[in-house]
């Protein structure tokens, strides 16, 4: 198994920054690619930017190409999101969550196999 959690949430303004941290424990030598998914009030949980384990590729979410940006240190076993130029509708829960083994779509939340708790990010005009 493999146990994640999520910390960087607060409330900011737009135009502000924040970044993510996602710490993996357990079975991390399994990881074979990890993501950030959010999730508004009274809407479905949306991929926001994805990695594979090894670094060599990333994706992102539409919405958040260009201000976000993913990255994880394999050393200390932790995925990073970065965001910047925040704006209201990016508030939401943040989630990460990891997928092991090589088939893998990266955009849906049911490909993955463990999520963290969540974080809250909260943007205010």
């Known amino acids: 198994q493999v146990q994640l959690v999520e910390s960087g949430g607060g409330l900011v303004q737009a135009g502000d920054s924040l970044r993510l941290s996602c710490a993996a424990s357990?079975?991390?030598?399994?990881?074979?690619?990890m993501g950030w998914f959010r999730q508004a009030p009274g809407k479905e949980r949306e991929i926001v930017a994805a990695?594979?384990?090894?670094?060599?590729?990333?994706y992102y979410a539409d919405s958040v190409k260009g201000r976000f940006s993913i990255s994880r240190d394999n050393a200390k076993n932790t995925m990073y999101l970065r965001m910047n130029s925040l704006k209201p509708e990016d508030t939401a829960v943040y989630y990460c969550a990891g997928k092991y083994g090589s088939r893998w779509d990266w955009p849906r939340p049911a490909s993955y196999d463990y999520w963290g708790q969540g974080t809250q990010v909260t943007v205010s005009s």
């Open positions: 357990g079975r991390t030598f399994s990881i074979y690619a």
């Open positions: 990695i594979k384990w090894s670094g060599d590729s990333t």
